[in-house]
């Protein structure tokens, strides 16, 4: 064991030693650029961050025209004119693509279209009108509402109303004033009363030269301009005393680049498949590669502690990510007792769908750090309850990788009744971990909803389904405790009994979007979801169907 931990260690910083290569943007400019500190969204981040963030909600891109995020952003303060007239913003809404059938390019539209154009306008009016009202709008106007609120961000960092760049060295708590507030003869007078005048022209001068530099295109002078314009901002900063946490801009930019879930996806796939592949011939690579995978895992989510000061499970990205660690460390955790590789083998194929999901669809997920709402602000409560109820998930999605191995062993194998045997133990026993601890969790939710909503319990919709998925787990183990189902009973069970923490855990976020729980809510990605459901119904009716066609053959030679 010794020496694959050194491997291990050693294998981890070298990767992390060979990815710092490209920590740093090809553009030096972009690089100075997106280390500014900015307010945005209710935190201080650095503007790569928001950049990124504002691509993804303009674009739902993570890049544009083989360009990063920050270099974008940055261009569309800088040449406004021009962005507002080309066509970048998808339209992908068939019914929508008809309200702009003159004005679509390769099926994208300008910002300028979508604000000006009469026809539309008067729909986004009324979808507006009827979401005042609190009524359900019909999909054409929720596409219309997504679509012009799109162009009005785009149009609100063009114009310098966002991000927040000055802040108010009197009131740490108000907005920070945009680059629109030089401007601004209001905001310009709460400048100058706040920052010396002298220091104010001098970074309203080194911004114009900056704009002036990314406008040219002139690539020896923007590095320039751009240090410039950032020497000048910490210079204003400093000359009244605002210290910012550098240090956490500084983590932000390095979990920004060095991607550590994705890292970990790939690290897990690898080692899944060399484990499926290779294992008699390389027996401690595949858990080299699983060890690796779950240091990049767990850097990752260290550094989303540091950097948004609370547990990382607020949203569905977040505890997607969570629950594929919670998955991994139980199958370590049960691999060490048994001394079984098949164990992190299970994890590792649940966990990399699991990160590829949470990689893949940004604009659904949203990847961003937010604060909390009001809600989740006691973070006492925010550990315990919910990080309870989330780590029941990854024992669940452990249990559910490795009853769907058991069924393939039934189906493919029925004559390794030992191996199917060990699969069913190390399946009950991640049962029983993900009982305890959901059932621990949604009594802590009830102490919790009293301590926030004056009530232990009110059957919405997150509570009956978190109940209704405990009592089909305790179904299955007591079928199994009493003898009622065999190994493969309890594993087919365990299939099914997942559908309800998926329900539980996505269902009323994304399809009910009802109760109290309001502040996890989200949208998109139900058609994928069900499709993915229906394809594993089918596999797993495929499976009891070969397995039971074989019984029916054994029962018949016997006989």
Same mark, same amino acid.
């Given at each position: 064991?010794?020496?694959?931990? !050194?491997?291990?260690?050693?294998?981890?910083?070298?990767?992390?030693?060979?990815?710092?290569?490209?920590?740093?943007?090809?553009?030096?400019?972009?690089?100075?650029?997106? !280390?500014?500190?900015? %307010?945005?969204?209710?935190?201080?981040?650095? +503007?790569?961050?928001?950049?990124?963030?504002?691509?993804?909600?303009?674009?739902?891109?993570?890049?544009?025209?083989?360009? %990063?995020?920050?270099?974008?952003?940055?261009?569309?303060?800088? @040449?406004?004119?021009?962005?507002?007239?080309?066509? +970048?913003?998808?339209?992908?809404?068939?019914?929508?693509?008809?309200?702009?059938?003159?004005?679509?390019?390769?099926? @994208?539209?300008?910002?300028?279209?979508?604000?000006?154009?009469?026809?539309?306008? &008067?729909?986004?009016?009324?979808?507006?009108?009827?979401? &005042? =009202?609190?009524?359900?709008?019909?999909?054409?106007?929720?596409?219309?509402?997504?679509?012009?609120?799109?162009?009005?961000?785009?149009?609100?960092?063009?114009?310098?109303?966002?991000?927040?760049?000055?802040?108010?060295?009197?009131?740490?708590?108000?907005?920070?004033?945009?680059?629109?507030?030089?401007?601004?003869? %209001?905001?310009?007078?709460?400048?100058?009363?706040? /920052?010396?005048?002298?220091?104010?022209?001098?970074?309203?001068?080194?911004?114009?030269?900056?704009?002036?530099?990314?406008?040219?295109?002139?690539?020896?002078?923007?590095?320039?301009?751009? !240090?410039?314009?950032? @020497?000048?901002?910490?210079?204003?900063?400093?000359? @009244?005393?605002?210290?910012?946490?550098?240090?956490?801009?500084?983590?932000?930019?390095?979990?920004?680049?060095?991607?550590?879930?994705?890292?970990?996806?790939?690290?897990?796939?690898?080692?899944?498949?060399?484990?499926?592949?290779?294992?008699?011939?390389?027996?401690?690579?595949?858990?080299?590669?699983?060890?690796?995978?779950?240091?990049?895992?767990?850097?990752?989510?260290?550094? =989303?502690?540091?950097?948004?000061?609370?547990?990382?499970?607020?949203?569905?990205?977040?505890?997607?990510?969570?629950?594929?660690?919670?998955?991994?460390?139980?199958?370590?955790?049960?691999?060490?007792?048994?001394?079984?590789?098949?164990?992190?083998?299970?994890?590792?194929?649940?966990?990399? +769908?699991?990160?590829?999901?949470?990689?893949?669809?940004?604009?659904?997920?949203?990847?961003?750090?937010?604060?909390?709402?009001?809600?989740?602000?006691?973070? /006492?409560?925010?550990?315990?309850?919910?990080?309870?109820?989330?780590?029941?998930?990854?024992?669940?999605?452990?249990?559910?990788?490795?009853?769907?191995?058991?069924?393939?062993?039934?189906?493919?194998?029925?004559?390794?009744?030992?191996?199917?045997?060990?699969?069913?133990? /190390?399946?009950?026993?991640?049962?029983?971990?993900?009982?305890?601890?959901?059932?621990?969790?949604?009594?802590?939710?009830?102490?919790?909803?009293?301590?926030?909503?004056?009530?232990?319990?009110?059957?919405?919709?997150?509570?009956?389904?978190?109940?209704?998925?405990?009592?089909?787990?305790?179904?299955?183990?007591?079928?199994?405790?009493?003898?009622?189902?065999?190994?493969?009973?309890?594993?087919?069970?365990?299939?099914?009994? +997942?559908?309800?923490?998926?329900?539980?855990? /996505?269902?009323?976020?994304?399809?009910?979007?009802?109760?109290?729980?309001?502040?996890?809510?989200?949208?998109?990605?139900?058609?994928?979801?069900?499709?993915?459901?229906?394809?594993?119904?089918?596999?797993?009716?495929?499976?009891?169907? !070969?397995?039971?066609?074989?019984?029916?053959?054994?029962?018949? &030679?016997?006989?």
């Amino acid at each position: 064991m010794r020496p694959v931990v !050194r491997v291990l260690a050693v294998s981890f910083f070298s990767l992390i030693f060979l990815n710092g290569f490209f920590f740093k943007l090809k553009d030096p400019a972009e690089e100075i650029l997106g !280390r500014i500190p900015v %307010q945005s969204g209710g935190r201080v981040k650095p +503007f790569e961050s928001f950049a990124r963030e504002a691509l993804l909600s303009v674009t739902g891109k993570r890049a544009l025209e083989g360009r %990063q995020a920050s270099g974008v952003v940055w261009d569309w303060i800088a @040449r406004p004119e021009d962005w507002y007239a080309k066509s +970048f913003l998808s339209v992908k809404y068939a019914p929508l693509r008809e309200d702009f059938s003159q004005g679509l390019i390769e099926g @994208r539209v300008s910002p300028e279209l979508v604000l000006t154009y009469p026809p539309f306008q &008067e729909k986004v009016k009324e979808a507006t009108g009827r979401q &005042e =009202r609190k009524e359900l709008l019909a999909p054409i106007e929720r596409k219309s509402s997504e679509l012009y609120d799109q162009a009005r961000l785009f149009q609100a960092i063009a114009q310098g109303s966002l991000p927040g760049l000055f802040p108010d060295p009197e009131n740490s708590e108000a907005g920070w004033i945009p680059v629109a507030g030089l401007a601004d003869p %209001q905001s310009r007078a709460l400048l100058e009363s706040r /920052y010396p005048p002298s220091e104010l022209a001098v970074v309203q001068a080194s911004l114009a030269r900056l704009l002036q530099a990314l406008r040219g295109g002139e690539e020896t002078n923007r590095p320039e301009a751009a !240090r410039e314009f950032s @020497r000048s901002l910490e210079h204003l900063l400093e000359s @009244r005393d605002i210290v910012l946490d550098q240090a956490k801009i500084g983590a932000e930019i390095f979990y920004n680049r060095a991607r550590p879930f994705q890292w970990a996806c790939a690290l897990y796939l690898a080692g899944a498949l060399v484990w499926g592949f290779l294992r008699k011939r390389l027996p401690a690579f595949p858990l080299i590669l699983f060890g690796l995978g779950f240091m990049a895992h767990s850097m990752g989510f260290v550094l =989303r502690c540091q950097i948004a000061g609370r547990p990382p499970v607020t949203n569905m990205y977040e505890s997607i990510i969570w629950v594929a660690w919670a998955a991994v460390l139980f199958s370590a955790v049960l691999g060490l007792v048994y001394r079984k590789s098949v164990l992190p083998a299970a994890a590792a194929w649940v966990a990399a +769908f699991a990160l590829l999901i949470g990689e893949s669809f940004p604009a659904v997920l949203d990847p961003s750090l937010s604060p909390l709402v009001p809600v989740l602000r006691n973070n /006492y409560w925010l550990t315990i309850h919910v990080l309870t109820i989330t780590l029941s998930y990854g024992a669940f999605a452990l249990a559910w990788g490795i009853a769907h191995a058991d069924l393939m062993s039934f189906a493919f194998h029925p004559e390794r009744s030992e191996e199917q045997d060990r699969l069913g133990k /190390y399946l009950y026993r991640a049962l029983q971990i993900g009982v305890v601890l959901l059932a621990a969790g949604t009594i802590l939710g009830g102490v919790w909803a009293n301590d926030s909503w004056g009530r232990f319990w009110g059957w919405d919709p997150k509570e009956t389904w978190a109940l209704i998925a405990l009592f089909g787990y305790l179904a299955v183990l007591h079928g199994r405790f009493a003898g009622w189902l065999g190994t493969f009973g309890t594993a087919l069970g365990s299939v099914l009994a +997942f559908l309800g923490v998926l329900m539980a855990w /996505y269902g009323v976020n994304f399809v009910l979007a009802a109760g109290f729980h309001s502040y996890g809510f989200g949208g998109g990605g139900l058609p994928y979801v069900l499709v993915a459901v229906l394809v594993d119904l089918a596999f797993v009716s495929f499976l009891a169907f !070969r397995y039971n066609k074989f019984r029916r053959s054994f029962t018949n &030679e016997s006989a």
